[in-house]
């Protein structure tokens, strides 16, 4: 009973995005998938381009097997300043949900048998 209320905390706890993950794109089975957002309105060439990447959401411990980010780009065209979001990049890594949900069956199955050999009856 000890293992399996551990191995269901565990999970939940490795699923939710509370803890940070390693995020590891090449694993096999992965899905990516990348969208364009919108572009600047310039005649001219815009002026002090800066990017930033932003993430949207994120989860998984000790591997991330789900995140979303998002690019941001800012510049000065005609003495204005514009903002635009110019990309949306997605993953789904089922190999590093596997790991998860592992990982916290072995822990939930040390747990159990440490709970047993401490607390259990001969």
């Not at 005609?78 to 300043?81: E, N």
């Not at 990049?89 to 789904?92: A, I, Y």
């Not at 939930?108 to 048998?113: D, S």
């Given at each position: 009973m000890v293992g399996l209320l551990c191995f269901i905390v565990?999970?939940?706890?490795?699923?939710?995005?509370l803890l940070p993950g390693?995020?590891?794109?090449?694993?096999?089975?992965s899905s990516q998938s990348f969208s364009s957002g919108g572009s600047l309105a310039c005649i001219s060439t815009p002026t002090n381009q800066q990017t930033s990447d932003t993430t949207d959401t994120k989860a998984g411990?000790?591997?991330?097997?789900?995140?979303?980010?998002?690019s941001h780009l800012t510049a000065s065209c005609?003495?204005?300043?514009q903002s635009v979001v110019s990309g949306h990049?997605?993953?789904?890594n089922p190999l590093g949900l596997l790991i998860d949900v592992v990982s916290s069956l072995i822990i939930?199955?040390?747990?159990?048998?440490l709970w047993?050999?401490?607390?259990?009856r001969d």
């Open positions: 565990l999970t939940a706890l490795f699923l939710l995005p390693k995020t590891l794109d090449n694993f096999p089975g411990f000790p591997l991330t097997y789900n995140y979303a980010t998002s005609d003495s204005k300043t990049t997605t993953q789904f939930a199955v040390i747990v159990a048998k047993r050999k401490i607390f259990g």
